[in-house]
């Protein structure tokens, strides 16, 4: 079993949907959730991170974590043109190896006006 | 957030030769950094972490003699691919953690590398 599952997509939405972005992890070590945006040939931007269960709000995105399931999502609302890249959720145990994230493979995300 | 430069962001080269690259925190300083990889359609890996004044680690199955990492201040590390070959090919992408919570990382703009 992969330590990061992640739907690879590709997924297409209309301008103004919803989005949700899943990823689910098997490694109980995982203690900080993060999303990134990768745009094409790009470094990956932090969106979100979040380490504890439950909602987080950052203006049209929200991270959802639930530690129980291992599980967590990304919703975008009102999804935009250029929110189209490849999104990663990543995943890190701390203390020592803090610097080494775990990424899901990816979500290639279309919106068309 | 943080903000990670790196230097340059593509390089074609022959097989055998050397290539360097840079990564500078900009107005924070990083005493660890981090350089992943990322080949086509896959997910970024770590290769190897960068520490200021000492000597760089390394995941397992990285050669440290073919990657060379130097960490010469407290706000520059550098990635040498030493005589690389077409295997070497991929997205370089370097790291620094958040000056608050470490955990986060943040990255630079990424070296596309290609070896012919």
């Known amino acids: 079993q992969k330590e990061v599952e992640q739907d690879p997509g590709p997924l297409s939405v209309p301008e103004g949907a919803i989005v949700s972005l899943n990823c689910t992890y098997s490694n109980s070590a995982f203690q900080y959730f993060m999303w990134y945006r990768q745009y094409s040939r790009k470094g990956p931007e932090l969106l979100m991170y979040?380490?504890?269960?439950g909602n987080k709000e950052d203006g049209r995105f929200t991270a959802q974590v639930d530690k129980s399931s291992k599980y967590i999502s990304l919703f975008i609302r009102d999804s935009q043109p250029s929110d189209s890249a490849t999104y990663l959720c990543a995943f890190n145990a701390g203390g020592t190896s803090y610097g080494k994230l775990t990424f899901g493979q990816g979500t290639i995300l279309t919106v068309h006006p | 957030g943080a903000v990670v430069s790196q230097h340059p962001s593509r390089v074609i080269c022959k097989s055998g030769t050397s290539v360097k690259i840079e990564c500078r925190s900009l107005d924070f300083q990083a005493t660890t950094m981090f350089w992943y990889r990322q080949f086509p359609k896959q997910s970024l890996m770590l290769m190897a972490t960068?520490?200021?004044?000492?000597?760089?680690?390394?995941e397992q199955g990285v050669e440290k003699d073919k990657f060379l990492i130097n960490h010469a201040s407290l706000t520059l590390s550098t990635l040498t691919v030493t005589s690389a070959h077409p295997e070497d090919s991929s997205f370089y992408i370097c790291s620094a953690p958040g000056t608050v919570n470490n955990e986060k990382l943040f990255f630079g703009s990424g070296t596309q590398l290609s070896v012919l």
């Open positions: 979040t380490y504890s269960s």
């Open positions: 960068s520490n200021e004044g000492s000597k760089a680690t390394y």
